[in-house]
């Protein structure tokens, strides 16, 4: 690997923290994340599974992989099981902080057999965050917001709107930055193609009609920031095709491209520390990165501008541009809140009558409330169902901010924040 030209992760510096006092840690998330990249440079003795000649040594000697000069590093461990729970053993028998690191693009079918709770801390690694990518410059940290006192924001930008939906586009995954045009269109097309033709029968499910996932994905995709039930899911992506399939047809679909971090749904907020009635359960849907699901639907620059109807039809509020650039803006979150230990959901009450975007929730139940505005201007009608949540639950609302494509970052009178995307980091 060519350590002049890697880039720096949010995620390195949750590592830097971790590894001190940890004997082992795992990366997970998708295939071409960063997780080698990340973990190689840690690590001096390097097992990498993923490479057939090295796996297969490593499945006729499986101790092999706890050996070696520290840290060991165990690439892509779910293709030797094993292996996980060498390490745990590992561990038991008091392997010193820092021996370890594992990575996976995949989690077992059983989770409970890899189980590594007290020994092995899993990390999630996503793809690169807008700070991440070099995009605007940082000024309001969603630490800081998520710390309460509702200190001031400022900071300006001069990125407009056409470069977010070049950001939506040019995908998170580290190894397509820099390519454009066909040649990324191309790159897409075979990671998905992958998925399809591969992944799925190497995690044991035999893929008999590939046009059929393909179109499900497609529907999936249509659905991103939609709360949309799975059997509109697969309605949708059957629309004109004869007889439904069954739903134990398109379960597996679901359950599959969520063990290889594809599907990366957001799940609902249901608080434990205020009672707020009538609140709906059903998860906001994403895949792990916008440019997948542009690419699924086919959409180039010019059709999410002009708003040009495509895909299966999923019902939404808004515009296709609005649901992916609310699928960055959910990505950058999710990777900003974890640094901060906090986690990203949603909020829905029963039949639409209040709903917001995301709530950044920590450790101890307390939110920062997030909604996202394809918009360069804020008015009230926008912050109402901010307003709704700050008289529901009072003092357990650290913050409440407006996420925009706009130039300047301020507060309003009210003391809601307005953030235009690009100037928010972790």
């Known amino acids: 690997m060519d350590t002049q030209r890697y880039q720096h992760r949010v995620v390195d510096d949750e ?3 971790l590894t001190p006092s940890l004997p082992a840690l795992a990366l997970e998330g998708p295939k071409g994340v960063g ?21 297969s040594v490593a499945l006729a000697d499986p101790s092999r992989l706890v050996k070696g000069p520290p840290p060991v590093l165990i690439d892509e461990w779910q293709h030797v099981p094993e292996s996980w729970d060498l390490v745990r053993r590992a561990v038991d028998d008091g ?21 590594g709770a007290g020994r ?12 991440e990518r070099g995009i605007g410059s940082q000024t309001v940290s969603l630490r800081s917001l998520l710390s309460g006192g509702r200190s001031p924001v400022a900071g300006q930008t001069d990125l407009k709107l056409e470069a977010y ?15 454009s045009g066909r040649a990324l269109r191309a790159q897409l097309d075979s990671y998905l193609g992958r998925i399809v033709e591969r992944d799925f029968e190497e995690l044991g499910h035999s893929v008999r009609n590939p046009a059929a996932l393909r179109r499900w994905m497609t529907a999936y995709a249509a659905a991103s920031s939609t709360t949309a039930s799975y059997e509109t899911i697969r309605d949708a992506a059957t629309s004109g095709q004869g ?31 205020n009672r707020i009635s009538r609140l709906s359960a059903p998860p906001k849907h994403q895949l792990a990165d916008p440019a997948l699901a542009a690419r699924l ?19 939404r509020d808004g515009t296709l541009l609005g649901a992916l650039f609310e699928s960055v803006v959910t990505l950058d979150l999710r990777v900003y809140a974890q640094a901060a230990e906090a986690t990203v959901k949603h909020l829905r009450t029963h039949g639409g009558e209040h709903e917001i975007d995301l ?4 450790a101890d139940g307390r939110v920062v409330a997030v909604e996202v505005k394809l918009a360069r201007n804020v008015d009230d009608s926008d912050v109402r169902h901010l307003t709704w949540l700050a008289n529901q639950i009072g003092g357990d609302l650290l913050d409440a901010i407006i996420i925009t494509t706009g130039d300047e970052a301020y507060r309003r009178r009210d003391g809601i924040a307005v953030i235009p995307a690009a100037l928010l980091g972790p």
Do not use: C, N
């Open 297 to 315: 639907l086919g959409v180039d620059a010019k059709a999410l501008l002009d708003a040009t109807p495509v895909g299966p039809p999923i019902p």
């Open 120 to 131: 092995i801390v899993t990390v999630r690694m996503r793809p690169l965050a807008l700070t």
């Open 15 to 17: 590592l830097d923290e």
């Open 243 to 273: 007889e439904k399939p069954a739903k134990t047809a398109t379960m597996p679909y679901r359950d599959v491209l969520e063990r290889l971090w594809i599907v990366d749904a957001v799940p609902a907020w249901l608080p434990t520390r």
């Open 35 to 55: 997780k080698t990249a990340t973990a190689s440079r840690r690590a001096v003795t390097i097992h990498r599974l993923d490479d057939p000649a090295q796996r």
């Open 359 to 362: 709530i950044v929730e920590r």
């Open 165 to 179: 939906v070049d950001e939506i586009l040019a995908s998170g995954f580290p190894g397509l930055r820099g390519l």
């Open 95 to 115: 392997a010193p902080p820092g021996r370890f690191f594992l990575t996976g693009s995949a989690s077992p079918a059983d989770l409970s057999t890899h189980s």
